[in-house]
Nanobody, 123 residues
Framework: QVQLVESGGGLVQAGGSLRLSCAAS????????MGWFRQAPGKEREFVAA????????YYADSVKGRFTISRDNAKNTVYLQMNSLKPEDTAVYYC????????????????WGQGTQVTVSS
């Protein structure tokens, strides 16, 4: 069983930056692909970014490509999401998620979830 705890959310002005962290425990972190998803009020949960178990492969939603960077440190059991050039439409609760081995972009294919961290971007 994997436990995930996100941190780093907050309020930022448009054009600013935030770095989210997700600390994992309870499993072999290096065997899990990790993803970041977000959910705005009244909207479906959507894919943001994912990284393979080794960190060698990454995927991004078109809406964040070039602005967000996902990375992981397997020695620290932590995955990060660096968010730059933030826009008001990035406002959402951000969740990290884990699944065994293979990287995926559909939230239905992730097995473990954190509690989420709020990101609010003001215009």
């Amino acid at each position: 069983q994997v436990q995930l705890v996100e941190s780093g959310g907050g309020l930022v002005q448009a054009g600013g930056s935030l770095r989210l962290s997700c600390a994992a425990s309870g499993g072999t972190f290096s065997s899990y692909a990790m993803g970041w998803f977000r959910q705005a009020p009244g909207k479906e949960r959507e894919f943001v970014a994912a990284v393979s178990s080794s960190g060698g492969s990454t995927y991004y939603a078109d809406s964040v490509k070039g602005r967000f960077t996902i990375s992981r440190d397997n020695a620290k059991n932590t995955v990060y999401l660096q968010m730059n050039s933030l826009k008001p439409e990035d406002t959402a609760v951000y969740y990290c998620a884990a699944r065994r081995i293979l990287i995926r972009t559909r939230h239905q294919e992730y097995d473990y979830w954190g509690q989420g961290t709020q990101v609010t971007v003001s215009s």
